[in-house]
């Protein structure tokens, strides 16, 4: 079994920063690409940032500038650098990873969301 948890959600002002993490577990033998998606009420889920495993980074263009997505291989973990945050940034912020797990398998992986709002 394979389990995401995310942390680091909450409320902000507008022009804050928050700091999201997302620790893999389970039988994992490897994984791929990480990554943080968004979805706002009424719109479907949409791609914030990915990391691939050797450190190349990919940003939607409403984010870059402001998110910075990192990794820390040794701990099965990516997080999200959100800094000059907009209201429109308020989502539900899923994390993502490609993970070669227990069934010797490429498999896909969510975990179950974290809030984010700002709001003044």
């Known amino acids: 079994q394979v389990q995401l948890e995310e942390s680091g959600g909450g409320l902000v002002r507008p022009g804050g920063s928050l700091r999201l993490s997302c620790a893999a577990s389970g039988s994992i033998l490897s994984i791929d690409i990480m990554g943080w998606y968004c979805q706002a009420p009424g719109k479907q889920r949409e791609l914030v940032a990915t990391?691939?495993?050797?450190?190349?980074?990919n940003y939607a263009d409403s984010v870059k500038g402001r998110f910075t997505i990192s990794r820390d291989n040794a701990k099965n973990t990516v997080y999200l650098q959100m800094n000059s945050l907009k209201p429109e940034d308020t989502a539900v912020y899923y994390c993502?990873?490609?993970?070669?797990?227990?069934?010797?398998?490429?498999?896909?992986?969510w975990g179950q969301g974290t809030q984010v709002t700002i709001s003044s």
């Open positions: 993502n990873a490609k993970i070669f797990d227990y069934r010797r398998t490429w498999n896909d992986y």
């Open positions: 990391i691939t495993r050797t450190g190349n980074t």
